[in-house]
């Protein structure tokens, strides 16, 4: 009988018996990569709530389960670089534009790292597979936005002999007034709205990176959103300033009460930021305004600003940009035929 460990190694494995394996010799074998597997649930959340927007945990979420699908989808191949291109394919064979296809794929490659961290998954394959490289964009995209004329016809364009219209024709006067959000419109209260040096204004609105920011409002502005709050009042009484503005109301033109909601989807009888988004589709498709989305609304209010002669610096507050370079892409470069660089070179001909 031979004492040579490897042979009792041999004899063991022979048996039946698997061998030992490396620390990093983990195989994908060892996933179930399900949308029903508990693990992977586990992870899914992990990725979700390492995040603090909950805009973002809504989009990250539905990016994760959509490869989740896509996985199942080719038989479960077990998981490696070709299976995230594949994903990749598709999100392009939907048409989908390069910043969305990125930011699923980014939400794709926390994933992979989040199960390499948790053991299942050798870390050398997850690095491979969160290589997958992105979608390149060529050039910078200018959105959609509304003329003036374009914007006071969307404005007016609800019927205010409805409870339903009150509240949609602030909604819209508020977003194009104030450039909002549609997040910051939903989350919008009576005593966000004060008097600054002598004028309406949002105060000390919190916005996308927790910065905070006051926004005057245009009187026109003020005088849709009393109108709306009259109405309210009507209803249900003195409405406290600590309360949202905008309420949902119902197709029998009644406010509605509180829904049943779902992980990260407000019901609680107020609008979401979805519902905010709703109301300017409806209008846009009333009007012939295609392809309009909420967020044109706030480019609409930069543009018609800097049209207006407002000064880059301040459309930038108001807007509540980082830096000066995102104001700058929001409202582009446009040649301007009637005051061009060759009218202002002063030179003229004599006679």
């Known amino acids: 009988m031979s004492d040579d460990p490897s042979s009792n190694t041999s004899k063991k494995t022979s048996q039946g018996v698997s061998a030992p394996k490396s620390r990093h010799a983990k195989s994908t074998e060892l996933i179930h990569l399900s949308g029903a597997n508990p693990a992977i649930l586990h992870i899914v959340d992990l990725v979700v709530n390492s995040l603090n927007s909950a805009h973002s945990k809504r989009v990250y979420s539905t990016a994760l389960f959509e490869f989740l699908n896509c996985y199942e989808a080719q038989g479960k191949p077990g998981l490696n670089k070709a299976v995230v291109q594949a994903f990749k394919s598709e999100l392009q064979s939907r048409g989908l534009a390069p910043s969305t296809i990125n930011l699923k794929l980014c939400a794709v490659r926390k994933l992979i790292l989040e199960i390499s961290d948790n053991g299942l998954l050798d870390p050398?394959?997850?690095?491979?597979?969160?290589?997958?490289?992105?979608?390149?964009?060529?050039?910078?995209?200018?959105?959609?936005?509304?003329?003036?004329?374009?914007?006071?016809?969307?404005?007016?364009?609800?019927?205010?002999?409805?409870?339903?219209?009150?509240?949609?024709?602030?909604?819209?006067?508020?977003?194009?007034?104030?450039?909002?959000?549609?997040?910051?419109?939903?989350?919008?209260?009576?005593?966000?709205?004060?008097?600054?040096?002598?004028?309406?204004?949002?105060?000390?609105?919190?916005?996308?990176?927790?910065?905070?920011?006051?926004?005057?409002?245009?009187?026109?502005?003020?005088?849709?959103?009393?109108?709306?709050?009259?109405?309210?009042?009507?209803?249900?009484?003195?409405?406290?300033?600590?309360?949202?503005?905008?309420?949902?109301?119902?197709?029998?033109?009644?406010?509605?009460?509180?829904?049943?909601?779902?992980?990260?989807?407000?019901?609680?009888?107020?609008?979401?930021?979805?519902?905010?988004?709703?109301?300017?589709?409806?209008?846009?498709?009333?009007?012939?305004?295609?392809?309009?989305?909420?967020?044109?609304?706030?480019?609409?209010?930069?543009?018609?600003?800097?049209?207006?002669?407002?000064?880059?610096?301040?459309?930038?507050?108001?807007?509540?940009?980082?830096?000066i370079q995102t104001t700058e892409r929001y409202l582009g470069t446009e040649q301007d035929l009637g005051d061009a660089p060759a009218d202002r070179l002063g030179i003229e001909l004599k006679d």
Not at 152 to 181: E, W, Y
Not at 213 to 228: E, G, Q
Not at 247 to 273: C, E, H, I, T, W
């Open 124 to 323: 050398l394959m997850a690095a491979n597979i969160a290589k997958v490289k992105g979608v390149r964009t060529s050039g910078v995209r200018t959105g959609n936005w509304l003329s003036r004329e374009q914007a006071q016809h969307l404005i007016n364009t609800p019927d205010i002999s409805t409870f339903k219209g009150l509240r949609d024709r602030a909604v819209l006067a508020v977003m194009i007034g104030c450039g909002l959000r549609r997040s910051e419109a939903a989350k919008l209260t009576y005593a966000h709205v004060q008097q600054r040096e002598g004028r309406w204004a949002v105060v000390d609105l919190v916005g996308k990176g927790k910065r905070v920011r006051t926004v005057p409002m245009p009187p026109w502005a003020k005088v849709a959103l009393d109108a709306w709050r009259k109405a309210l009042e009507a209803r249900l009484g003195p409405v406290a300033p600590t309360e949202r503005v905008f309420r949902a109301v119902n197709k029998a033109d009644k406010l509605s009460g509180v829904r049943k909601s779902s992980q990260y989807q407000r019901s609680d009888g107020y609008m979401s930021d979805q519902a905010i988004a709703d109301v300017v589709g409806t209008y846009a498709d009333i009007l012939g305004y295609a392809n309009l989305a909420a967020h044109d609304l706030r480019r609409t209010f930069a543009k018609l600003a800097r049209k207006g002669g407002s000064e880059i610096d301040q459309i930038q507050l108001s807007l509540g940009h980082a830096s």
